[in-house]
């Protein structure tokens, strides 16, 4: 069966900006106001914080540019940065399954598709998390969710084309001490922009998801779209609970 969902291409939005706008989706989402809505788009330099990270993660040089953000995401700490495709589904699980575990792996797939549609071999990794190209390993993409009310939020974060230092340089990336990075670009030998790969991105979600996507327009840089809709959704609904007051089932989930 395949269902109604909304597809929001957005270009750079900062981190905090993307979360509330997270957050007011997931609420019209649960309110059945809106379908399932699927963001896409870059971050500039940031690192997040999930509710696994502990300071020791963290040795950003002095001086470096970049934002820190603790988040209510499952896992550890990772980086974003121009030429990384964000990926943020918000999408009610009572659509798919009720199934976290289900949730994180249909992820995955829909990553490893998306890479596989750009020319790149990727795969899950027994005992690691996120996606990897092998021989030797080399990690091209991470996962991290929270559930709230079985509406999910973040997602995944897929390397297209960035330099990848941050993630062993500034931090402790993922929790994996040793673990080596990868991009496309890299795997390709070849510039990609994130722009080529969105329509694979979409593409495998909808496969994956079984979701039929209609666009819906943004204004540049402003992560809003131009409709009356949007004033409603971004309102805090009566009663609603807040961000740390999640009601029934909430998960933090990092892959």
């Known amino acids: 069966m395949t269902r109604g969902a909304y597809l929001l291409n957005l270009g750079h939005v900062p981190y905090r900006e993307a979360w509330d706008l997270q957050r007011s989706l997931a609420a019209a989402v649960s309110q059945g106001a809106i379908p399932d809505t699927v963001v896409l788009l870059e971050h500039p330099p940031v690192i ?94 991470s996962i991290g969710v929270h559930i709230t009310k079985w509406v999910t939020t973040h997602g995944y974060a897929l390397n297209v084309d960035l330099d990848t230092a941050p993630f062993t340089e500034w931090i402790t990336a993922c929790g994996l001490a040793d673990a080596s990075f990868t991009t496309i670009a890299t795997e390709l030998g070849r510039a990609v922009t994130v722009d080529e790969i969105r329509p694979h991105a979409a593409a495998a979600l909808e496969e994956v998801f079984g979701l039929a996507f209609d666009d819906l327009p943004a204004e540049d840089g402003a992560g809003l779209w131009p409709q009356p809709l949007h004033e409603r959704l971004t309102a805090k609904p009566t009663g609603a609970s807040s961000a740390g007051e999640a009601v029934g089932v909430e998960q933090v989930v990092a892959r």
């Open 48 to 141: 997040t914080l999930g509710r696994r990270s502990d300071e020791s993660e963290l040795h950003v040089p002095e001086g470096a540019e970049v934002e820190i953000v603790e988040t209510d995401r499952g896992g550890k700490s990772t980086y974003h940065g121009p030429g990384q495709l964000v990926c943020y589904p918000i999408l009610d699980l009572t659509r798919h399954g009720q199934d976290v575990k289900r949730y994180c792996r249909d992820l995955e797939e829909a990553l490893i598709r998306t890479i596989g549609a750009a020319g790149v071999q990727a795969t899950r990794i027994d005992g690691l998390t996120g996606i990897w190209v092998e021989r030797p390993p080399r990690k091209i993409a």
